[in-house]
């Protein structure tokens, strides 16, 4: 028998492994996926370059930004000790002196302007409303011609009040002749007494009639006045109520128009009744006490002015007491009914001791400072407030005149820590920065050790 022999298309499989097979640990698609092309490496590394360039760059704006801590702990770590044993690190701190000087006393209270005369113009008589001679927002003064009725009717109305009166002056002429003539009968007895009493009751009956006639004549007169209308202040004039060719009536409630006064002007103002005793004894000693008008936030002054007179009686409701200050208003800065902080001066204290707000801080136990020491070391010192005036603190007890406390950087202190204080406006003694000195005015300040 003949062997087969197998064909090109029954080639026996290679029993050899492919390289590929021979690694167990590559991945089967690592097995597939082409080779990365040369481009993408060069192009990793270049990004890599990049961002550290930049770090480069940026890293001490990065530093600038890391919290003191960590640079405290490195330099405490470096030194040996930290700021409370007193071998550490110097905080630097703005400091502030405490100076001599004088303080205002104030009683501060919400206002409103008031103005002392406000006038409501309105007409005394009926008719047409034919001229309006002034203009919205205008100052008039006492006496200018504001509006004009129409005055036809009463010039109308005086005519006929002149013409009864003299009517009436003739009958009486006529009356006195017969009373002469009866007199001279009467002496002759010639007519009965009734005739004459008769006759001298008509004389007196015509005489009234003259006065009659003549308050006649003075009322359409009075009218032609009121026709005419004036301003009674000098003031502002507000807007325009009523427009000309309207029928205004002396009944009318609303008015033609308002004037205010505004030179000078008052603010009514409120203050507690516990504040009222030193106001009263300054008062009653004949003192003029000063007040100060400041707008709603308390930042610009408007005017000066000066207590007038306070109210007679204590708001129960509030526990408070009205009172009322004039000011001169030349400028304008005082409009009515604009709400105010009034400032009334009672007293003005001096040679005291004055510290900067900004140096006095606060805890439960009351106030205190940071107080610089002359070896530059700080320690906390209670401390006793008095009045405050603007920026102003006036201290009491703790401080005397020349020390220096600190205002700036106070959180980062520590009792017995060394700082290098700087005075604001001060020169440093020798090129340093100044601290605290020694207790007394005006004294140079020390160069804290490191």
Request: glycine residues 10%; charged residues 20%; proline residues 7%.
């Amino acid at each position: 028998m003949k062997q087969a022999t197998p064909t090109a298309l029954e080639t026996a499989p290679s029993l050899e492994p492919s390289p590929l097979e021979r690694d167990p640990h590559r991945p089967t698609d690592a097995r597939n996926a082409p080779p990365p092309p040369p481009g993408r490496q060069w192009i990793g590394w270049l990004v890599v370059l990049v961002l550290a360039a930049v770090g480069y760059w940026q890293w001490p704006r990065i530093k600038a930004l890391l919290p003191a801590g960590n640079n405290t702990s490195q330099s405490t770590a470096k030194g040996g000790r930290g700021r409370r044993g007193g071998g550490g690190g110097t905080s630097q701190v703005v400091a502030a002196r405490a100076t001599k000087g004088n303080i205002k006393v104030f009683v501060t209270g919400l206002g409103a302007v008031t103005p002392i005369y406000t006038v409501t113009v309105k007409s005394r008589v009926d008719g047409q409303l034919m001229k309006v001679l002034f203009k919205e927002g205008q100052i008039v003064h006492q006496g200018d011609l504001l509006l004009e009725i129409d005055p036809r009717p009463y010039e109308v109305q005086l005519e006929q009040a002149e013409g009864q009166l003299l009517h009436d002056q003739a009958l009486l002429k006529n009356a006195h002749l017969d009373l002469d003539r009866y007199n001279t009968l009467m002496k002759q007895d010639a007519i009965p007494q009734q005739t004459l009493d008769t006759q001298i009751a008509l004389v007196s009956q015509y005489e009234g009639t003259i006065k009659t006639d003549q308050s006649q004549i003075d009322s359409a007169k009075l009218n032609l006045v009121y026709s005419r209308i004036t301003s009674p202040i000098t003031g502002l004039v507000g807007l325009r109520l009523v427009d000309p060719g309207n029928i205004v009536h002396a009944s009318d409630t609303n008015g033609l128009l308002v004037i205010t006064q505004l030179d000078p002007i008052s603010v009514i103002f409120t203050t507690a009744e516990d504040q009222l005793p030193p106001i009263l004894e300054k008062m009653h000693a004949g003192q003029q006490l000063t007040v100060e008008a400041w707008d709603r936030e308390l930042k610009n002054k408007l005017a000066d002015g000066k207590l007038e007179t306070i109210d007679n009686q204590i708001d129960q409701t509030t526990g408070t007491l009205k009172l009322r200050a004039v000011f001169a208003n030349t400028s304008g800065k005082l409009f009515p009914s604009q709400f105010v902080n009034a400032r009334l001066l009672v007293e003005q204290k001096q040679n005291i001791t004055l510290l900067p707000n900004a140096a006095i801080q606060r805890n439960s136990q009351g106030t205190y400072v940071w107080f610089v020491n002359p070896d530059q070391t700080v320690e906390v010192r209670p401390i006793m407030v008095g009045t405050t005036e603007g920026d102003q603190s006036e201290i009491t007890s703790g401080l005397k005149p020349g020390d220096t406390v600190v205002t700036v950087g106070v959180d980062r202190l520590e009792e017995g820590g060394k700082v290098n204080a700087q005075v604001p406006g001060e020169k440093p003694d020798n090129g340093q920065r100044g601290g605290s000195h020694s207790g007394k005015p005006g004294g140079r300040s020390h160069k804290a050790s490191s």
